[in-house]
T-cell receptor
Framework: NAGVTQTPKFQVLKTGQSMTLQCAQDMNHNSMYWYRQDPGMGLRLIYYSASEGTTDKGEVPNGYNVSRLNKREFSLRLESAAPSQTSVYFCASSLGQGDFNQPQHFGDGTRLSIL | AQSVSQHNHHVILSEAASLELGCNYS??????LFWYVQYPGQHLQLLLK??????LVKGIKGFEAEFIKSKFSFNLRKPSVQWSDTAEYFC??????????FGAGTTVTVRA
């Protein structure tokens, strides 16, 4: 099984450009998440989708939008990239359905640099 | 909102030494607790989790963690580390909802 697949793995953008990070999971999970990882700050939740058709803000949603395209796919969009959004982005999924003791499964990450 | 504190930013050990990483959280209700590991260049992987029952939980690769409710702590231990345990370790807490709060992480370097 592939688990959680993220594309692209690396990206360099100029300030003001837009892009979409893609994420897909093949574990039939209900919940999906987007995090950013910055040195010394751990992972911070950007947005999450508890189930298909729903999305909610996490800890650091400003400057981002998300789309839960279907049960498998959850994309993250930067409309106008800023240098402060330089980070490593991780997508994750979990069983959900109120079963919060189940772990999240993570993708390999997207390393994004904004110049 | 809950917060998670990891006591050490960077730990350097020699092989065969014992490892203990501290984790404290600030939430008074029922919690689900996790330790994740991130090996260099890889994604996060689950080491172990606690949600109920025996407060001493065992995970993969010889790791274990003890939940002490009175201290709001969930410390990670390994009796004898190997060079391959070099990684970043994250404590995470879920307070019965969809949000998982992570600590800042502890980088562990094991010298051969």
């Amino acid at each position: 099984n592939a688990g959680v697949t993220q594309t692209p793995k690396f990206q360099v953008l100029k300030t003001g450009q837009s892009m979409t990070l893609q994420c897909a999971q093949d574990m039939n999970h209900n919940s999906m998440y987007w995090y950013r990882q910055d040195p010394g700050m751990g992972l911070r939740l950007i947005y999450y989708s508890a189930s298909e058709g729903t999305t909610d803000k996490g800890e650091v949603p400003n400057g981002y939008n998300v789309s839960r395209l279907n049960k498998r796919e959850f994309s993250l969009r930067l409309e106008s990239a800023a240098p402060s959004q330089t980070s490593v982005y991780f997508c994750a999924s979990s069983l959900g359905q109120g079963d919060f003791n189940q772990p999240q499964h993570f993708g390999d990450g997207t390393r994004l640099s904004i110049l | 909102a809950q917060s998670v504190s990891q006591h050490n930013h960077h730990v350097i050990l020699s092989e065969a030494a014992s490892l203990e990483l501290g984790c404290n959280y600030s939430y008074g209700g029922t919690v689900n607790l996790f330790w994740y590991v991130q090996y260099p260049g890889q994604h996060l992987q689950l080491l172990l989790k606690y949600f109920s029952g025996d407060p001493l939980v065992k995970g993969i690769k010889g790791f274990e963690a003890e939940f002490i409710k009175s201290k709001f702590s969930f410390n990670l231990r390994k009796p004898s580390v190997q060079w391959s345990d070099t990684a970043e370790y994250f404590c995470a807490v879920n307070a019965g909802d969809y949000k998982l709060s992570f600590g800042a992480g502890t980088t562990v370097t094991v010298r051969a």
